[in-house]
Structures are given as structure tokens and as C-alpha cells.
Nanobody, 126 residues
């Protein structure tokens, strides 16, 4: 059974940093597409960043230059380093995984991912 467990969320002030982790259990994720999504209160869930099995990455325009997605295949762990955080980054953050091949244009679409974690809350205060 596939299980994704996020951690690392918390409360920070504007300009602060956090690193989210997503530990994967039940399967070796080296061949999986992985993504980070977020959902703010009253808003739809949106893609933040995604990483393909070959290590190629894509980012939402709103986080480019501030967030970095990475993974450690040996530890079966996905990361999201978040710098220069802003109040608009406040949301529940989810990691997601899927085995199906995807063109880059689809890698941050929620429907493309079958496995999801429970989320970790990030709150940025001004």
C-alpha cells in the first residue's frame, strides 16, 4: 500500500524559510512523478512544483526563484525548500505521486496524481 507522509510545516514570518518533507512508504519512488500542491482556505488546490523521474523540475510562476523541489531516492523522500515566504503562501501543502508518464504540461495538474499525503500546514504572517 502506498503511503505519503508530509512534515515540516509551521508558522513563519514574511521572508522566512521552511523545508517540507514527504516520506514515501510501500514503494520505491525512483520511477515516480512527484509533486507538491497547496490549498488555501476558500481556494482550489493548485500545483506548486513537480519533479520527474529524470530529475527535471517545473514550478508555478508564483514560486519560481523562491521554492526548490528535490528528492532523495535512497531515502524515498521528496522535499520542498521554501524561501522568501509571503503571506500568500499560507496553505495546506500536499505531496502527490504517480507512476504514469506525463508530459511536462500535465505534471502540476491534480488529476494526474493517484497517491496523496494528508498535508502539512504552512502559515506565513506579515
Amino acid at each position: 500500500q502506498v503511503q505519503l507522509v508530509e512534515s515540516g510545516g509551521g508558522s513563519v514570518q514574511t521572508g522566512g524559510s521552511l523545508r517540507l518533507s514527504c516520506a514515501a512508504y510501500g514503494y520505491p519512488f525512483v520511477y515516480h512523478y512527484m509533486g507538491w500542491f497547496r490549498q488555501a482556505p476558500g481556494k482550489e488546490r493548485e500545483g506548486v512544483a513537480a519533479i520527474a523521474p529524470d530529475g527535471s523540475t517545473i514550478y508555478a510562476d508564483s514560486v519560481k526563484g523562491r521554492f526548490t523541489i528535490s528528492k532523495d531516492n535512497a531515502k524515498n523522500t521528496l522535499y520542498l525548500q521554501m524561501n522568501s515566504l509571503e503571506p500568500d503562501d499560507t496553505a495546506m501543502y500536499y505531496c502527490a505521486a504517480d507512476t504514469r508518464s506525463k508530459l511536462a504540461v500535465y505534471r502540476m495538474k491534480e488529476i494526474e496524481y493517484r497517491y496523496w499525503g494528508q498535508g502539512t500546514q504552512v502559515t506565513v504572517s506579515s
